[in-house]
């Protein structure tokens, strides 16, 4: 069983995961895309997504409730299977560090949230092996531990400040 966000039905992969044998859960979610086990916790970003959510610091917010809340948090990649598997393009790469650069903000990524674990997929069908794989012999999703999870945080943000 996967515990898969509602946002994210509107995506192909929980109809390539249902097909590929796995039962699904919609959820409201507010950590996380994807609850594959108690302790994994997988946030899922398409190239385009990823840049945004470094550009707007959406992606700093994620991986820390992603990293108090789970003991294996993930940041799964997910390339298009119609284009190249690299994040850069060789005429962008410069021979200077810039704190702007995808690599440098990789970099700030994995020393900031030091649990947080990256992988890199090819396409949406990839992505079904490799939450096969992480799901292995591991226990099943608590859909309203997942559920509950990032819920003291909305309630502080919706107190009238004192």
Avoid at 30 to 38: Q, R, S, Y
């Amino acid at each position: 069983r996967i515990v898969v966000d509602v946002r994210e039905w509107r995506s192909s992969l929980p109809n390539l995961l249902h097909r590929g044998g796995f039962r699904l859960r919609a959820l409201t979610l507010t950590v996380g895309d994807f609850v594959l086990t108690p302790e994994v916790c997988v946030e899922r970003k398409s190239l385009s997504d990823l840049f945004g959510s470094f550009a707007s610091g959406r992606l700093y917010k994620q991986a820390s409730q992603m990293q108090r809340y789970y003991s294996c948090p993930v940041l799964l990649i997910e390339f298009s299977s119609e284009k190249s598997f690299t994040m850069q393009n060789a005429e962008h790469i410069s021979q200077y560090i810039s704190a702007d650069s995808i690599c440098s903000k990789m970099a700030l990524l994995v020393i900031s949230f030091p649990k947080l674990r990256i992988l890199w997929s090819r396409s949406p069908h990839a992505t079904v092996d490799i939450f096969e794989a992480l799901k292995k012999n591991l226990p099943e999703p608590d859909e309203a531990q997942a559920m509950s999870y990032g819920q003291d945080l909305l309630e502080a943000a919706a107190a009238p400040a004192k």
